[in-house]
């Protein structure tokens, strides 16, 4: 549900080739969350796994991503408004590593805005997302899980599982929204 792909995100390093040949069997597909693209990459074909797409949008208080959108929000908006404009295509909006050290994150903000979910994230320390899915209940939101891979030494940390089949970015929306989904560790 977080993977970034070079060279449509600038800050990894993970190519499709590599993607696909380090992907763990144990999944039965994956979401990649370019920064600021969220339109599908041509010609992409991953036998047998699935691939959706969402995106990574850096807001003001901390990033976002947001599943089921066609328009990215403008980068470095408030948050407020970044969830407004996802909301507004029917979208979900989830606060990636929301209390992470090392990314733009929101840590005690994420109480302040309607997000659908908040990530547990395989790159970042294990009291970050104790803290992440402390925030979660609190919320009553559930939790989707991203390893945030820019390399292949990221990949398979954590994954999401849905309690429904999943065949298209819809039924993911359907499924944060509706609390049918939460992170585990691969």
């Known amino acids: 549900m977080h993977i970034h792909t070079r060279p449509r995100s600038s800050c990894s390093i993970l190519t499709l080739n590599q993607l696909y040949n380090s992907l763990s069997k144990r ?8 920064h ?9 074909s991953f036998e047998p796994y699935k691939v959706f797409f969402g995106v990574e949008i850096a807001s003001n208080q901390g990033d976002i991503l947001a599943y089921g959108i ?24 989830v606060s990636a590593h929301p209390y992470s050290e090392r990314h733009n994150a929101f840590h005690d903000g994420v109480f302040n805005y309607h997000f659908d ?7 970042i320390h294990k009291k970050a997302n104790k803290q992440a899915k402390r925030a979660a209940k609190i919320m009553d939101l559930p939790t989707i899980g991203g390893s945030d891979a820019h390399s292949q030494s990221q990949l398979n940390t954590f994954a999401t599982k849905f309690q429904n089949r999943i065949y298209s970015i819809r039924d993911i929306v359907f499924a944060v929204r509706n609390k049918k989904c939460k992170a585990v560790r691969i």
């Open 70 to 93: 066609k328009r990215v929000p403008p980068n470095k908006r408030d948050a407020e408004e970044v969830i407004n404009l996802i909301h507004k295509q029917d979208g979900v909006a």
């Open 36 to 44: 600021w693209k969220v339109n599908p990459i041509r010609k992409i």
């Open 117 to 123: 979910a908040i990530e547990i994230n395989g790159a």
């Open 27 to 34: 999944l039965e597909g994956i979401c990649i969350t370019d």
